[in-house]
């Protein structure tokens, strides 16, 4: 087990450092120059040329990667170039707001696939699960920006009952939570019914029911640990999903979390502050799975033995 | 023929069938069908406070914040989103045929090192990647569909990778190697059929992510650029604007989901048809 779980800190580890060099990579490898971005379109030659000494923009790539890595074993980020300030500090500064936004989402997500996809699974073959189907078919092919004005239009100016943009309380977390839920949900119908449906058809259901257990009880108790199996796995999954996610909600609702940061870094070639988010998604992509990975055995007593 | 006869039989599939269709053809046909040039501002098509206008009348589906016909721009955005849907996903297809089909046929160091790789771009978070990309390059129709192309071969490659090695795996590729077949004739001829069922499915299902993703970057102004119409960029320019003019966003809005819809739709009801696990089954 202690040697499984080092594996799995070294694989995560070169991962991480993959994802650093592929984004460092690229970032040096556009056309982009931020020296260039942060001396302003008038500058002359010659001050984009000391801006470029000053973040040491003029050394090889190579030893511009490996003090970037070097400073990165330290924890450390480095400074954004348009704010002079701590990568580290602003990306905790915003952390909150995108978790609360994030956890918000998957609660979204959860709720609405198990519910639909059980549904679904119950009326098999059915109206209602045809709708529930086609709804979830509508669900994965919704573009979030979409939905996003479509919730706004609704929900903010319509009928105002929730505020358009913004942050802190309950109400503000709802619109941007469903935005992000919306997608995962219909993958999740898709799968729990799928798994639903097997599950119902096993021995131990029918037996459950020979022994005369309402039917409410068969399908909480027994049918949906096992249905659930595979909706766990995808939550890692998501955390990736949702990273992208995150930058197209945050910039429609106004939320002032990671995404937020990246959008702006990104207009302003900000690349400290780009790799830096880019390699706390990789990391909460990591982490996601890891986490899936672990919960996994606590619902199913048969991956313990393996 | 016999994939068309089961795929119409399906009514949803057979809806998004018909919508795909309609799209193509409407895209193909744009010029012939549009009532206006689509890049044209014209004078009354704007109210004479400066407003677009509504729809109805004139001007079918209404008119943009610049009095352009929004009908006309939205067939001609038709024509962005299926070039980039095509190109980019049969690009991004074709890269992960490439490194799944080389990876599980090789195995061993060089194999193991491309699926590390793909693990690793598991890891990515796509969408970033590609607004990070799409932004900081001068974005055009091919720079997006570069892009777009270069974030979405991932799972491909898995799968691919996958039912590679298990056909490699099975007799009848032992039976060729020991008449002596080479390595090109091997994976040309006989893994690579086996894997088509796979490239059509993931080659429909992916459009749908493709026309998505698109439409994503072109409303965050990074993707095709204006005058150009896109589906997301028409959805852009008039963002600000959505309180009074609710259809631009919700027209276009619509199109985008129906044609992903109807691509998923298709995508889904041929993995069903083609899965080798499905076939035989009456």
Request: hydrophobic fraction near 55%; proline fraction near 5%; glycine fraction near 10%.
């Given at each position: 087990?202690?040697?499984?779980?080092?594996?799995?800190?070294?694989?995560?580890?070169?991962?991480?450092?993959?994802?650093?060099?592929?984004?460092?990579?690229?970032?040096?490898?556009?056309?982009?120059?931020?020296?260039?971005?942060?001396?302003?379109?008038?500058?002359?030659?010659?001050?984009?040329?000391?801006?470029?000494?000053?973040?040491?923009?003029?050394?090889?790539?190579?030893?511009?990667?490996?003090?970037?890595?070097?400073?990165?074993?330290?924890?450390?980020?480095?400074?954004?170039?348009?704010?002079?300030?701590?990568?580290?500090?602003?990306?905790?500064?915003?952390?909150?707001?995108?978790?609360?936004?994030?956890?918000?989402?998957?609660?979204?997500?959860?709720?609405?696939?198990?519910?639909?996809?059980?549904?679904?699974?119950?009326?098999?073959?059915?109206?209602?699960?045809?709708?529930?189907?086609?709804?979830?078919?509508?669900?994965?092919?919704?573009?979030?920006?979409?939905?996003?004005?479509?919730?706004?239009?609704?929900?903010?100016?319509?009928?105002?009952?929730?505020?358009?943009?913004?942050?802190?309380?309950?109400?503000?977390?709802?619109?941007?939570?469903?935005?992000?839920?919306?997608?995962?949900?219909?993958?999740?119908?898709?799968?729990?019914?799928?798994?639903m449906i097997d599950v119902l058809n096993q021995d131990y259901v029918r037996t459950a029911r020979a022994k005369g257990l309402s039917s409410r009880r068969i399908i909480l108790r027994h049918a949906l640990p096992n249905a659930i199996l595979p909706v766990i796995a995808m939550i890692g999954i998501d955390i990736g999903q949702f990273m992208g996610g995150v930058v197209v909600v945050e910039a429609v609702y106004g939320w002032p979390g990671i995404g937020q940061l990246a959008w702006q870094a990104i207009q302003q070639v900000d690349i400290p502050i780009i790799m830096g988010v880019t390699l706390t998604s990789a990391l909460a992509i990591v982490l996601g799975n890891l986490i899936a990975d672990l919960i996994a055995p606590v619902i199913d007593p048969r991956i313990r033995t393996r | 023929m016999h994939v068309l006869k089961s795929l119409i039989r399906q009514p949803s599939a057979l809806f998004g069938l018909l919508v795909v269709l309609t799209v193509i053809i409407l895209a193909l046909a744009a010029p012939l069908i549009a009532p206006f040039d689509p890049d044209?501002?014209?004078?009354?098509?704007?109210?004479?406070?400066?407003?677009?206008?509504?729809?109805?009348?004139?001007?079918?589906?209404?008119?943009?914040?610049?009095?352009?016909?929004?009908?006309?721009r939205l067939l001609y955005g038709a024509r962005t989103s299926l070039v980039i849907g095509l190109v980019a996903n049969g690009i991004a297809v074709t890269i992960g045929l490439f490194i799944g089909i080389v990876a599980g046929y090789l195995r061993g160091f060089f194999g193991n090192v491309l699926m590390r790789f793909?693990?690793?771009?598991?890891?990515?978070?796509?969408?970033?990647?590609?607004?990070?990309?799409?932004?900081?390059?001068?974005?055009?129709?091919?720079?997006?569909?570069?892009?777009?192309?270069?974030?979405?071969?991932?799972?491909?490659?898995?799968?691919?990778?996958?039912?590679?090695?298990?056909?490699?795996?099975?007799?009848?590729?032992?039976?060729?190697?020991?008449?002596?077949?080479?390595?090109?004739?091997?994976?040309?001829?006989?893994?690579?059929?086996?894997?088509?069922?796979?490239?059509?499915?993931?080659?429909?299902?992916?459009?749908?992510?493709?026309?998505?993703?698109?439409?994503?970057?072109?409303?965050?102004?990074?993707?095709?650029?204006?005058p150009q119409p896109s589906w997301g960029n028409i959805i852009f320019e008039s963002q600000s604007y959505f309180q009074a003019a609710p259809w631009l966003v919700f027209f276009p809005g619509a199109i985008i989901l129906l044609t992903a819809l109807a691509f998923n739709l298709v995508g889904d009801a041929l993995r069903d048809i083609l899965d080798p696990t499905q076939r035989g089954r009456g």
């Open positions: 087990m202690a040697l499984l779980f080092l594996r799995r800190i070294v694989q995560t580890a070169l991962i991480l450092l993959g994802v650093a060099a592929i984004t460092f990579l690229l970032l040096y490898a556009l056309p982009a120059d931020p020296a260039r971005m942060i001396a302003g379109r008038s500058a002359t030659a010659q001050t984009v040329a000391n801006i470029r000494h000053e973040l040491g923009l003029d050394q090889p790539l190579l030893s511009q990667f490996g003090t970037y890595l070097g400073n990165l074993l330290h924890g450390n980020l480095g400074r954004s170039y348009a704010q002079k300030t701590e990568v580290w500090t602003l990306i905790v500064a915003r952390l909150p707001a995108t978790l609360t936004l994030m956890l918000a989402g998957i609660v979204v997500e959860v709720v609405l696939g198990l519910t639909l996809g059980t549904i679904a699974a119950l009326r098999r073959g059915g109206p209602v699960d045809r709708l529930v189907m086609m709804a979830s078919f509508v669900g994965v092919s919704a573009p979030q920006f979409v939905v996003a004005l479509l919730l706004l239009y609704l929900f903010a100016v319509t009928l105002g009952w929730f505020p358009m943009s913004g942050y802190g309380t309950f109400a503000h977390v709802v619109l941007p939570a469903t935005t992000l839920g919306v997608l995962g949900a219909g993958w999740y119908a898709r799968m729990v019914r799928s798994a | 044209n501002q014209l004078f009354e098509g704007l109210s004479l406070e400066g407003a677009p206008l509504p729809p109805g009348g004139q001007f079918l589906l209404g008119t943009d914040t610049l009095g352009r016909d929004l009908f006309s793909t693990d690793l771009m598991m890891a990515f978070p796509a969408l970033l990647l590609a607004i990070v990309l799409a932004a900081l390059l001068r974005p055009s129709l091919w720079i997006v569909a570069m892009v777009i192309a270069l974030v979405n071969w991932v799972q491909v490659a898995r799968i691919v990778y996958t039912e590679t090695r298990g056909l490699v795996e099975r007799d009848f590729i032992m039976a060729e190697r020991s008449l002596g077949a080479g390595h090109g004739r091997i994976l040309f001829l006989h893994i690579l059929p086996h894997l088509m069922p796979t490239a059509i499915v993931w080659g429909t299902l992916g459009i749908a992510t493709t026309v998505l993703l698109e439409a994503t970057l072109s409303f965050l102004g990074i993707g095709v650029q204006p």
